[in-house]
């Protein structure tokens, strides 16, 4: 119906239409020549010998380069010794204040040249290239490349696209309101989910980014899925630049679904941290919607959904989680708890004869498959919560209509996730990595104290397991001060019987809420008993283990507060009460309160940084290293060439992606070895590239790729990562799953159209 109302607007008629795609297409034309336009490099050979031993800082070794504005690939070339031991950036005081957008790239033993991209968006005939040196070991530069890319343009047409495309929306929606007035009630969600959806996003819009301890981690994810893309892969299992270019199983262990987003933009020109700010905007507003949705179809009612919706999008941890702490998965994986607390919520509290009730499949499907894509933890903490509440109300579990929405959900989840779960479980079962090693960390000591769960005003704190420093000067890491208010006048009206009388879904759904939110904060707690529950069984330990940390469950603990909020602004709307108008009174207020802190705290003391590049960042952080071969030497994994055997001559090596060629030759009478810079996972596969005759590889004593030549070999090894076939199987199954979903909801509602 709406796009039949669309097309009798004839839009595609109006001046002010024709005059919006006239000026998109002559802007999409200049990009798009410009992109076919040859890219032009310049080469610089000077030689500039640095003192050993004596330190400097941005030495001027080659200056007055003349460049027009572009996105540049920048390329020094070296000789050193030692790792690190020097930094090359580029600098112009000529250009306007962000008119040159770079990092540098430091320099390393095993490579000769840099690679690292700088932004300039204005021309400059004074561009420096310059040099920290260390003072450590010897350091010579002996040329420069500049070479020119067309990311300045695929970026400026996607911008274009973006706001295009955003200008025309515009313009239909404002000659449909002509015609087709849109209802008022329709007007005020739409602002206010925007609204919300802006408000959370503020803390991205600022130059930088605020340093969390989980920021680096997540944008190093992010550059991987980027090389991956870039190296052929699809989807990314092995991150082929990480830890020094050795590669990392970051991608089959922590699913970078979500991430494909933010990556595409890097490939198309944007910086690490303009990609990482978009991707936050987007999920704050997503967030905002689908909260609006959920809870509004659970309360029946727009306002309602709109200030649940505020209420979770703004609320204290997700703030805290995604902003301050930048832990992207797990912010990522809250997007979703609405549409699980609303599938359960069908699934539960619905007629089994409503066709709301045939349809929760979905929004279970949904919410369980973006967990499982998002934040492996947070899904653990889920499927605990489901088996609770599953539970709690064994009887209708099984009743067969619930039990064939909970299945249907379950197994739709499980197909959209197949392409992600069976390599995942392969190496899982498979592989020794670290991950399977780490029970023995405790967690209760890292457990909040109870005062704090009600922590309203934001400020600067530190970023240590609670235990080590009490409340003095943390963050605010609780629920926030109106959801535990809404949960304690909760307990206190059903003690007094308030709504005795009263019988329908939407109570028990918010008495299901209150007990399981109690469990959950009183879980996040130090006083509550993980050390015991550790001590019971292995499994246990590596479960609890694995949490890292109690706040976690704040996460779950939110929404089921959120819910309990919800159906006290309910009651006390369908009963006409004054409380009705004041509870809606102090929830603005309080949010306003907390928010208004937030961006105090984030002007003035949170700290900014500026990265631009992946090689800004390092290619060695991994975090905890829990994907490594357990016994892996982390310390030992660098920028580094092949080593073999004495008898072994190593000709020549490249490695691109997942793809690596060794040219080599053993002059032994027995079969010898070459341990190559590449972490061995399962998948490696080495042949002869002449006659594509299979060669045997090994796992060297720091667990990298050891290849083994047969006596008098000599030719040209290919080494490539090979996924499994049942990989393929998981993908092409989880593809199917994604075609079969509109199928089968047009077909749905159809029938139930129809009914």
Known sequence: MLFNRIRTLSIHTKNSF????????????????????????????????????????????????????????????????????????????????????????????????????????????????????????????????????????????????????????????????????????????????????????????????????????????????????????????????????HGYANGIFYCNALLYVPALLRIIGFTVAESYGIYCIALNFATAWISWFCFSRIFGDDTLGLLCSGLYTLSIFRIYKLVITGAVGEGSAYTFFPLIAYGLYLVFATDPHSIRFKKAWLPLAAGYAGLIQTHVLTCEITAFLTILICLAFVKKVFCLPVFLQLLKGALTALGLSLWYLIPFLDYYLTQDVHIKHISARTIQDRGLLLPQLAFQFWRSGLNTPQGDNGMQYSHPVGVGLIPILGLLIFAVMAFCGTWHTIKNNRKKTACTAAVFGALLLLMSLNRFPWDKIQSIHSVAASLVSSLQFPNRFLGWGTACLVIVCGFLLWYWKSSRSVLYPMSILVLVTGIATSYLFLMDSVDREQEYFDLYNEESMGFG????????????????????????????????????????????????????????????????????????????IDDSENHTLRLWLPSGYEGTVSIDFVPPLYWRLGEFISLLTILGLPVAAVIQRRRYTHA
């Open 18 to 245: 024709r005059l919006i795609v006239l000026l998109l297409s002559l802007l999409c034309a200049v990009c798009v020549w410009h992109i076919a336009t040859p890219c032009e490099s310049l080469q610089m050979d000077k030689y500039y010998y640095f003192e050993s031993g004596v330190p400097t800082s941005d030495t001027v070794v080659f200056d007055q380069i003349a460049l027009r504005p572009g996105v540049y690939e920048i390329r020094l070339q070296y000789e050193t010794d030692t790792d690190l031991a020097g930094l090359c950036s580029l600098r112009d005081g000529s250009v306007f204040t962000g008119g040159l957008l770079t990092n540098g790239e430091h320099l390393y033993n095993a490579l000769d040249q840099t690679s690292y991209k700088a932004w300039l968006y204005e021309g400059t005939k004074e561009l420096e290239v310059t040099v920290s040196y260390g003072g450590e070991g010897s350091l010579v530069v002996t040329g420069l490349t500049v070479v020119e890319t067309n990311l300045l343009w695929t970026r400026l047409l996607a911008v274009c696209l973006f706001w295009g495309l955003t200008a025309l929306s515009v313009l239909t929606l404002y000659y449909y309101q002509k015609e087709f007035p849109i209802a008022e009630n329709r007007k005020k969600v739409f602002f206010f989910c925007t609204l919300i959806g802006f408000l959370a996003s503020v803390p991205y819009l600022h130059e930088g980014l605020i340093g969390g301890a989980d920021l680096t981690y997540h944008l190093q994810r992010i550059e991987g899925v980027k090389d991956g893309l870039l190296s052929g892969q699809f989807p990314v299992r092995l991150e082929p630049e990480w830890v020094y270019g």
């Open 621 to 696: 952080y991994i975090s905890g290293a829990e994907y490594l071969i357990e016994g892996t030497d982390q310390t030992r994994l660098t920028f580094a060439d092949p080593e073999g055997e004495e008898a072994v001559t190593i000709l020549s090596y490249q490695k691109k992606g997942l793809h690596a060629e060794l040219e080599c030759a053993n002059a032994a009478d027995r079969v010898s070895y070459i341990d190559l810079p590449i972490l061995l996972y399962k998948g490696y596969r080495a042949t002869d590239k002449a006659t594509d005759t299979p060669l045997t």
